[in-house]
Every structure is written in structure tokens, then in C-alpha cells.
């Protein structure tokens, strides 16, 4: 790549052509400050904060939109640049109603951050003229008119990077304002609750509700792990403070989602109400009584070693790490030998013989075959990025004999015995892509082999961890009436166990109460998402971390350690620490 040289403040600095000021300025640590900037997203020059002297312009000039030329010299410092930035800040101090102490965002705001930076002491302009409205509709976060400074942050973030549009501005100059499609209250717009535009306000003009005013981001730490609630594996950081999560964030720097997450990812483990299970159960008179795991896994060892290996069934959620899908089997199918073995959800067929296409093909696609699978539901980052690849105007076949959310958004709807039809327009583009899920039916299948060698296939697992599963073969059929005692690795999973037999003897490893933990005779707790540490496998197949960020409640123990633990018990040398069973859970996953 070409290499541009120009001089900053007086320092020599090269950055690769087409480079902004500002990005050339960054490459060597040097601070422009911005507002209406942001890395993720396109720049806009707004603001004026980013204001630089360019020497032969006649004006000062944006950092965040001009461009660097060979031999250019800029100063970001000079006394003309710091009087407009003084400038700037004294006019959006005015604008709206900027009372920095009664502010969620005071100490982490960036408006606050350079009015100290730039000493501003005092209003130079009118300010509290005019009440500006709040919009509290929305479940998870808020909007609060009176710390806006349309910056568009918040309305380039729902366009560029969700492509849901719901976001704009109305009227003009002074009058303008944010607004949700055609100015309803966002609680009743197209809003999907993804969560990116607060994480780009600069402000506090978005406040997420549930960990308002509980701490300063210097108070928190940020841990960074992989969410769990679809397959797609989308980086993110675990916002805690004193042993509790208070919220979660998008990690901008994570190779699958760049920062996006959904509400299923950013708000819904945080909001979830179910009673968790913190200690031991087992059934004593037909009641769950509270034991210590010494008991508990006692229990759990004579009944393996009692009943007959054919008599087991063996059924696990794909809410778990590889950690524990990899001891799931080993202790179960290969020590103990039990062949009645399944998921609680489908799997996604194999299409081609060995993966070729990866969720960032989609970005550069011209024509996307969705087939069998409804991302917009089931993992809507991944419909995200399909509708990002419609803005730029590639065109989405859906192929469903089901209801789809991507419907709406399709050149065209067939039905899976019409899959001929897209694969003729698929042939015909220069970088096609094959989206496909569980709903795909076998004679679909057969036809889409076609496009092997044309298209980038990547399968939309349902599940969380299904790629690890199915790769460890747990999905092998699962026959209820061959099972007279039942393991059931539940997790987060919610499930009613319409599959277990009346007078079959159960055990379940669960996190919250449920149905089948009601009925079982045996209850271990299990940590959640935000209190282990482990891998998992997204439906790429990337393997992933994650990373403990608060403790377990009560007793409960991380999936991988209760199986370990049983194993141990049983005399079965599976592995004990957590990076031996590591390393051969991505053997078995992905062997050499």
C-alpha cells in the first residue's frame, strides 16, 4: 500500500494513501478531539470539533473529512484551532439543557470530557431556555432530548451498521431533533432494541435504564468473552463493578459481529427473572430436598453404575461450552458406552464437504439464497449483515416454507419445492452466497450441491454451541421409550421435558428452575454465561473464549467442572483442568 508523508505538530508522520487527517493523526498518537466521530462509522464532519490548520488552506478544516497529500503540514493545537473549538463547545453547552451533575453520563461524558479539556467555565450564550422532551417508551434504554447535541451518532449507527433506518433527524437548524421513523415514540417505531445507538452516543442523550447511575466507567471492569445466545459468537464485554454485571457491550474489536449485538445479546441474560438453582437437589419422599454436592454426586455415580448402559438416555442443551460437550460424551458415550444421545434443537445438514464461506462473505455478496432459516429471529446479527449487503444493493432470495422476518426485504419468496428458481439467479451473479439453516430440506439439499465451487456456503445453526455438538456427534437420535434413567445437560436452556418418560429416573444439570428440574430426581447447579469460563464454537466454526466475569451463585459450578467431577468420581480420567479438557475438546471439534 501506498504511504503518504506529511508532518503534524512539527512531527513526521506516514499513513497509507487515502487516509484522513485524523486517521494519520491516530497512527501516531496524536489526539484530535471529536464528538460526531466514531471508528465504526462513516465520518460526517458535524461536529467541528476535529477542526485542524492546514497549511495553504484559507480555512480551518476538518480532521475527520480531509484528506492527507504528500508534504502536507497541519497543526492541531494552534491558537486559531483551540479559539473554534472553544467556540464549538460554547455553542453546544447552549444548544440544549447541559446540567452536567444531575447527568447519568457525568464523568464518562464526552461534551463533559473536553468543556474541561478547553476550560469551559461558565455559559457565554443563553442556555435553559427551552424544556426538551424524554422518551422513556423503549423497555431498555431512554432518550433524553435535553443532552443531545445531533451528533447523528445514533442515527449513521441504526443505518450503516443494523440497516434497521428507524432512526432520523426532523426540522432544521436549531428545531432539529432526533427522531424515530415518522416521529412516533420509539417504544412503538421499527426500533429492533439492538442497543448500538447507545453505545455510540457520546452523551447522555441514550441512557440504558437498568445500570443508570450504579458507577463510572473508571469504577467498572470490562470482560471480554462471547455472547451465548445464538450461534453466531458475537464478542462482547461484561460490564461489572463489585462482583455484579451491570450491562453489556458490543467489543468494536471482535474479528465475527465488529461490535454489533441484539437484544437477545446486549439485554435479554440481563433481564431474565427465572428462579436460579444455587444448590444441590435430590428427591427425598417425592420432595426436592436441598443436599452438599458430596451427596448429590453420589447419587448421580451409583444410579450410572447401577442401570445398564443401554437403559440411559443422554440428552444436552447446546447452551454449553465445548468444554462440557467434549466430557458429555467422553464420560457418556465413549467410558459408559450409551448410544441414546441428542440435542434439544435441530441441526443445520452439512451442504458441502468442507466449509467455504464465512459470515463476512455476505458483506460482498450480489445475491444471497436464505434458505431454511430465519435469522431475524434466531440470530439477528447475521440479519444485520443481510440487510447491510441490500443497501448496497445486493439482492436477498428467500426460500421458506415457513414465515420468515426477512420476507419483507426479499426480491423473491419461494417456497423449498421452488429452490430450482434461485439457484438459476445464483449461477448468474459473480459472488453468491448460500445462507442456510435446519428448515432446509433434504431435496433442497440435494439441489443446492450445484452451487458448490459457485457459492459461499455457511450454515445458520439453530442452538447456541450446535457446530460442537454435532461435530462431537451428540446429535446421533435420541429414542425416549428406549430410556429408563435420563442425564439431561439443560443449562440456561428453557424446556418443559415433553420427552422424558413418567417413571424414568432423571438427573439434570440446570441453571434455573424449570418444569423437568421440578420433576427430576437429581438437580445440579450450573453457572450461567456471565460466571465460567470455557470455548465455544460458532456456527463459522471459529472457536471462542469465554470468560468468567462474576462468580457462580451459591454452589452452582461451571458446566464443564460438574462433569469432570463426576467423571473423577467414577474413576474415569477424562481431564481435570480446564486447559487439558481445552485443548482436547478442540481436537475432537476440529481434528488435524
Given at each position: 500500500m501506498a504511504m503518504v508523508n506529511l508532518t503534524i505538530n512539527g512531527q513526521k508522520v506516514s499513513a497509507p494513501a487515502g487516509s484522513t487527517v485524523l486517521q494519520a493523526a491516530r497512527l501516531a498518537n496524536i489526539d484530535i478531539p471529536t464528538l460526531c466521530d466514531h471508528p465504526a462509522l462513516a465520518p460526517i464532519g458535524a461536529c467541528r470539533m476535529c477542526l485542524v490548520e492546514v497549511k495553504g488552506q484559507r480555512t480551518l478544516q476538518p480532521a475527520c473529512t480531509f484528506p492527507i497529500a504528500e508534504g502536507m503540514e497541519v497543526q492541531t493545537e494552534s491558537q486559531p484551532v483551540t479559539d473554534a473549538r472553544k467556540f464549538v463547545l460554547d455553542l453546544l453547552f447552549a444548544e440544549r439543557n447541559h446540567y452536567c451533575m444531575y447527568c447519568e453520563m457525568s464523568g464518562d461524558c464526552e461534551?463533559?470530557?473536553?468543556?474541561?479539556?478547553?476550560?469551559?467555565?461558565?455559559?457565554?450564550?443563553?442556555?435553559?431556555?427551552?424544556?426538551?422532551?424524554?422518551?422513556?417508551?423503549?423497555?431498555?434504554?431512554?432518550?433524553?432530548?435535553?443532552?443531545?447535541?445531533?451528533?447523528?451518532?445514533?442515527?449513521?449507527?441504526?443505518?450503516?451498521?443494523?440497516?434497521?433506518?428507524?432512526?432520523?433527524?426532523?426540522?432544521?437548524?436549531?428545531?432539529?431533533?432526533?427522531?424515530?421513523?415518522?416521529?412516533?415514540?420509539?417504544?412503538?417505531?421499527?426500533?429492533?432494541?439492538?442497543?448500538?445507538?447507545?453505545?455510540?452516543?457520546?452523551?447522555?442523550?441514550?441512557?440504558?435504564?437498568?445500570?443508570?447511575?450504579?458507577?463510572?466507567?473508571?469504577?467498572?471492569?470490562?470482560?471480554?468473552?462471547?455472547?451465548?445466545?445464538?450461534?453466531?459468537?458475537?464478542?462482547?464485554?461484561?460490564?461489572?463493578?463489585?462482583?455484579?454485571?451491570?450491562?453489556?457491550?458490543?467489543d468494536w474489536n471482535a474479528p465475527v459481529n465488529a461490535g454489533l449485538l441484539c437484544q437477545k445479546g446486549r439485554f435479554d441474560p440481563l433481564y431474565d427473572a427465572r428462579p436460579r438453582i444455587t444448590k444441590p437437589l435430590v428427591r427425598k419422599n417425592g420432595v426436592l430436598k436441598e443436599v452438599d454436592w458430596d451427596t448429590a454426586v453420589q447419587i448421580v455415580v451409583q444410579a450410572l453404575k447401577d442401570t445398564n448402559a443401554k437403559d440411559w438416555g443422554v440428552l444436552t442443551t447446546t447452551y454449553a461450552t465445548n468444554e462440557a460437550l467434549y466430557l458429555l460424551d467422553k464420560l457418556f458415550r465413549q467410558e459408559l458406552g450409551v448410544t441414546n444421545v441428542g440435542l434439544l434443537n435441530d441441526v443445520a445438514p452439512k451442504m458441502v464437504e468442507k466449509a467455504n464461506g464465512s459470515l463476512a462473505d455476505v458483506n460482498n455478496s450480489d445475491i444471497i439464497l436464505l434458505v431454511g432459516a430465519n435469522p431475524a429471529s434466531e440470530q439477528p446479527v447475521a440479519s444485520f449483515f443481510i440487510k447491510r449487503a441490500l443497501n448496497k444493493g445486493a439482492r436477498l432470495i428467500v426460500v421458506d416454507d415457513q414465515e420468515n422476518g426477512l420476507a419483507a426485504f426479499a426480491s423473491m419468496n419461494l417456497g423449498m419445492a421452488e429452490v430450482e428458481k434461485a439457484i438459476e439467479f445464483a449461477q448468474r451473479a459473480t459472488n453468491p452466497v448460500v445462507l442456510y439453516g435446519a428448515g432446509v430440506t433434504s431435496e433442497a439439499a440435494r439441489a443446492l450441491q450445484k452451487l458448490s465451487g459457485k457459492a459461499a456456503f455457511v450454515a445458520l445453526e439453530p442452538g447456541v454451541n450446535t457446530r460442537a455438538a454435532a461435530a462431537l456427534g451428540l446429535n446421533s437420535g435420541f429414542d425416549p421409550s428406549a430410556s429408563k434413567a435420563l442425564y439431561v445437560l439443560l443449562g440456561e436452556q428453557n424446556w418443559n421435558g415433553e420427552l422424558v418418560k413418567k417413571d424414568a429416573f432423571v438427573i439434570v444439570q440446570a441453571s434455573y428452575q424449570s418444569p423437568l428440574t421440578e420433576r427430576a430426581d437429581v438437580v445440579l447447579p450450573m453457572a450461567i454465561w456471565a460466571e465460567r469460563t470455557g470455548t465455544v464454537t460458532n456456527t463459522e466454526g471459529r472457536i471462542q473464549k469465554v470468560n468468567k466475569a462474576v462468580e457462580p451463585k451459591g454452589e452452582a459450578k461451571p458446566d464443564w467442572e460438574i462433569l469432570s467431577l463426576l467423571a473423577s468420581k467414577m474413576g474415569k480420567k477424562i481431564g481435570t483442568s480446564l486447559d487439558e479438557v481445552s485443548a482436547h475438546a478442540a481436537q475432537a471439534i476440529h481434528p488435524s
Open positions: 461534551l463533559q470530557a473536553l468543556g474541561y479539556r478547553y476550560g469551559i467555565d461558565h455559559w457565554v450564550y443563553p442556555t435553559y431556555t427551552k424544556r426538551f422532551p424524554v422518551d422513556a417508551s423503549r423497555k431498555y434504554f431512554l432518550m433524553d432530548h435535553n443532552r443531545c447535541i445531533l451528533c447523528r451518532r445514533c442515527v449513521r449507527a441504526c443505518s450503516e451498521l443494523v440497516a434497521n433506518h428507524t432512526l432520523g433527524v426532523r426540522q432544521r437548524g436549531a428545531a432539529s431533533m432526533i427522531q424515530a421513523d415518522m416521529d412516533v415514540p420509539f417504544g412503538q417505531s421499527t426500533c429492533v432494541s439492538c442497543g448500538t445507538c447507545l453505545q455510540v452516543c457520546p452523551t447522555g442523550a441514550l441512557v440504558d435504564k437498568r445500570s443508570a447511575f450504579m458507577g463510572r466507567d473508571i469504577q467498572t471492569q470490562h470482560i471480554q468473552s462471547t455472547c451465548a445466545q445464538c450461534s453466531i459468537g458475537c464478542g462482547m464485554e461484561i460490564v461489572t463493578r463489585d462482583g455484579n454485571v451491570l450491562r453489556i457491550e458490543g
